[in-house]
């Protein structure tokens, strides 16, 4: 059974980091494009990373740029999300998902696989 099980959320103040994982079982995801997405109440799921198998290529919405970092251990078949400098329109469930043989797209119809979600609030 593949499963993608993210962990890390919480709720931290504005400013303040914190570091989203994502294990991955049932399969071997190490030549997988790994993708972060989020969706806000009320707003539909919207990209935020993508890392491509090897780490070479690594791709991030614009509003997340040079305050998120995606990486990804395929040792341990973990993918991971640091997140710093929060803020408040940050706030959401995200996801991961896998994208077999992908190259790290921002198009959600790519990733065949998702986890269940970690919620991540960021107060003002």
């Known amino acids: 059974q593949v499963q993608l099980v993210e962990s890390g959320g919480g709720l931290v103040q504005a400013g303040g980091s914190l570091r989203l994982s994502c294990a991955a079982s049932?399969?071997?995801?190490?030549?997988?494009?790994m993708g972060w997405f989020r969706q806000a109440p009320g707003k539909e799921r919207e990209f935020v990373a993508a890392i491509s198998w090897s780490g070479g290529n690594r791709n991030y919405v614009d509003s997340v740029k040079g305050r998120f970092t995606i990486s990804r251990d395929n040792a341990k078949n973990t993918v991971y999300l640091q997140m710093n400098s929060l803020k408040p329109e940050d706030t959401a469930v995200y996801y991961c998902?896998?994208?077999?043989?992908?190259?790290?797209?921002?198009?959600?119809?790519?990733?065949?696989?998702w986890g269940q979600g970690t919620q991540v609030t960021v107060s003002s």
């Open positions: 049932g399969r071997t995801f190490s030549r997988d494009a």
């Open positions: 998902a896998a994208d077999p043989g992908g190259w790290g797209t921002f198009e959600t119809q790519s990733y065949d696989y």
